[in-house]
């Protein structure tokens, strides 16, 4: 087995980087843009075609929501011609994909948690071009596996608990939306998951959700956040319409994880578990 991981200096390919090495230590190629850009088909041939890799972890991805809606062109290289390029190429040399996409595919209109097999109909340009790389890598390499996730954040990389951690130690008050609900994705646990997938003893293609367990809106996740943090701060509930941003966000994007429990065996931390495992980080690594 010889796993390459693109996106390897994001918050989930950081995170990747500690688990894989933690399980099989020396097994995985990291490597960002500088070392290859997927939007560029030659180079992504001739590193595959070199790289005797059995399983591609695609984390590269154009994730910049609101200015996505300005920079078409530049999303939609990362997020579809970028997946298919792998695509072509692991497809013709066996190479297994997992690729990770997110609930901005659906358009919240939902009344309960989503499963794979439900309608999509993005809203925002990232959410677009997201459904179209899955759509994309499906038909060059049906065998691929899709993992859709959302709200992630990390000690790594620019995310929301990093934002409201930074605002609320300088701020008396926030004010946070509280009508978008969803549940937050504690990195390092998808990226637990998809060592699970990665290393279990039957590949099964198709789409899988994967979140932490729990919902909540981004206001209940900025008290959680500031709660646990010790912080004084006030942070106050208001309305989406309050807070415009370019990209429309659907309202409701819980994701159901029953295939992925069932298919792998799977016990998922609640969001607030996660939350707490993070800032214990957070705080480790400020102190050190």
């Not at 981004?218 to 370019?246: E, G, K, L, M």
């Amino acid at each position: 087995m010889k796993i390459l991981v693109t996106g390897c200096k994001g918050q989930l390919g950081n995170e990747l980087h500690e688990v894989l090495e933690a399980q099989r230590p020396g097994i995985t190629t990291y490597v960002d843009r500088e070392e290859l850009d997927i939007t560029d088909r030659d180079a992504v041939e001739t590193f595959l075609r070199h790289g005797d890799f059995s399983h591609v972890i695609n984390c590269a991805a154009y994730t910049a929501v609101d200015r996505a809606e300005d920079e078409k062109l530049a999303c939609s290289a990362v997020n579809i011609d970028g997946i298919s390029n792998i695509a072509r190429v692991a497809d013709d040399l066996g190479i297994r994909i997992i690729h990770i996409s997110t609930d901005y595919v659906f358009d919240g209109h939902a009344y309960r948690p989503y499963t794979e097999s439900d309608k999509v109909n993005p809203m925002s340009q990232y959410g677009t071009t997201k459904r179209k790389g899955e759509t994309a890598l499906l038909g060059l390499s049906p065998e691929s596996i899709i993992i859709r996730t959302g709200w992630l954040y990390s000690p790594f990389g620019h995310n929301f608990v990093k934002t409201i951690l930074k605002h609320a130690a300088s701020e008396h008050s926030l004010r946070v939306v509280s009508d978008q609900v969803g549940t937050p994705t504690y990195a390092a646990d998808l990226a637990q998951a998809i060592a699970t997938v990665v290393f279990a003893p039957q590949w099964v293609p198709g789409i899988f959700n994967f979140s932490n367990e729990g919902v909540c809106s981004w206001y209940d996740f900025a008290v959680a956040i500031v709660r646990h943090s010790n912080i004084d701060c006030q942070v106050t509930p208001i309305a989406t319409v309050d807070y415009p941003t370019a990209a429309e966000r659907p309202h409701y994007s819980v994701l159901d994880k029953t295939r992925f429990k069932a298919t792998f065996s799977a016990t998922i931390a609640h969001w607030e578990d996660g939350l707490v495992r993070c800032l214990n980080r957070i705080n480790l690594n400020s102190i050190n």
